[in-house]
């Protein structure tokens, strides 16, 4: 059988240009497999994805206008909201940011336990994010694995200041609440259980061979383009980028530890999943090591830097205390803030977070810009899913974790 | 016992390159105050130089900031992925069209940065290939970030234009 050659110049009009054959879907911003609220606008020709155009400011709350206009220590409840699968991570780096400017030097115990509790954030969000990754791929028993051990971490949190997701953890020169025996003994049988649960999930998808040619080769990110386009931490790492804020300038306590930085050098979605598997392991090193040399002494800076609430204790025995108590307490009398400004940032579980906090006298930030990883992640998406198939949106997606709350702040 | 930084060879740098660039530092961030007609000459330079990474762009509205003459203050974070150094430069633009040259063909991170920076503050950011608003919807007219816009917004909520099923 054969079709005359001018068949198909009959049927279809002259002017037919390429893009009438695609078609555009629309995905999100209400969409399970987004798991945050945004959106991305797909050109499609049959499955495969020519083009995407993402959009953003669905969950936009002006969390840096509110920075304005909370004090230091407020504002750390707004910062649980920006990434609430870490939220202990964004306590820590908005405090930590708040301190650089102040120059105030925290004590060794507070170092140890806000080393501890960032850490124990980074394995609760690569546990989500690599559970999601697996989730949206089809691997659902992989998600509840990590599910589960997310739920011991949650109790570890509850345990330490009563609050499970939004923990509101720290405070200008130390933390809410010192760790207690049971805190450490709830940590030290996580660390005696997790190792387990993380080699069942290692077994369960690492070799798994759908999940395997659904990741391998799907959204690869070169080394330059990952540097040029201002990727971070373990989306930088899997393209091997050896950049990590713990190593290259650390702050807290991690110039103690030993751990190594995870890397990997192919981009795909699958080395980004094995640089988080990998680097849950590096975390654990780190707790083992930090759970046992817990410094003793106080957790908070002493009275005399008037940054800190004192105890009862002090506030009631000692003219300090009374005084510093007064002091912090009177609206018009809180502590000193230089005018300057100052950017600090740590290695959050999603790459760099930092804080550029500038000050004007009193203490409400006159502007409080967050860095956040999560934005610049995004911008790369369009240049990762082009030519990929619509099934590896969520993959591609999954595996920048992308956090709407943080992107839109 | 911490390995010479080259930022400080390189400040010196380009301080002989433009001269009449003001520097100075607070916790050990080193920062270099551009004039605008320079900024993207001088971003150039240190790109060349081996800042690799442009950790963020964002800005700072001086309005009541005591002592300020100027009233934005755009900051660039720059960093180096090979040393792991950082640089940051402050370029000041004014009133009433405060505009400074885009970076995007130096660093790609900054298409986002800047369109944010543009959505919250206002500055146009000359040669940046699709400067929209990045978080505010499009209808939106005022520059959030900026501290002559009230914490409560002027109203905006309340006027949107409602789609409804029926319309849609």
Redesign the interface.
Known sequence: MSIAPDHDTRVRPAATREEDYLWTLNFGPQHPATHTTLRLVLKLEGERVVDAMPEMGYLHSGFEKIGEHLTFNQYVTVTDRMNYISPMANNVAWHHAVETLLGIDLTPRCKVIRTIVAELARISDHLLCNGAVGLDTGAFTFFLYGFYQREVIYDIFETLCGARFTNSYTRVGGVSHDFTPLVIEKIRTFLRTFPKTLNDMERLLTRNRIFVDRTKGVGVLTKEEAINGGASGPVARASGVTRDLRKDEPYLAYADYDFQVCCAAAGDCYARYLVRMQEMRESLKILNQAIENIPAGEVNVGVDQRVGRPSKEQVYSTIEGTISHFELSMSNRTFEVPYEESYAAIEAPNGELGFYVVGDGDDTAYRARCRPPSVLHFSLFPQLIRGHTLSDVVAVLGSLNIIAAELDR | MTPPSPTADIVPALMARFPGLETSA??G?TRVVVGEPVSLEVLSFLAAAGF?????V?C??YLE???ATRRYGL?Y?LAS?AT?D?L?VRVFVDDPTPAVRSVVGL???A???ER?VWD?FGIDFVGHPDLR?????EQFTAH??RKDYP?QGRGERHNFPVLTREDG
Do not use: F
Request: aromatic share 12%; charged share 30%.
């Open positions: 607070y916790r961030q690799d990474l442009l950790v963020d964002t700072v509205d900031y005591r002592g900051v974070l992925t792991a950082r940051t660093w790609r991170s298409d986002w940065l944010e919250m608003r990045l978080m505010m919807p959030p970030l914490l």
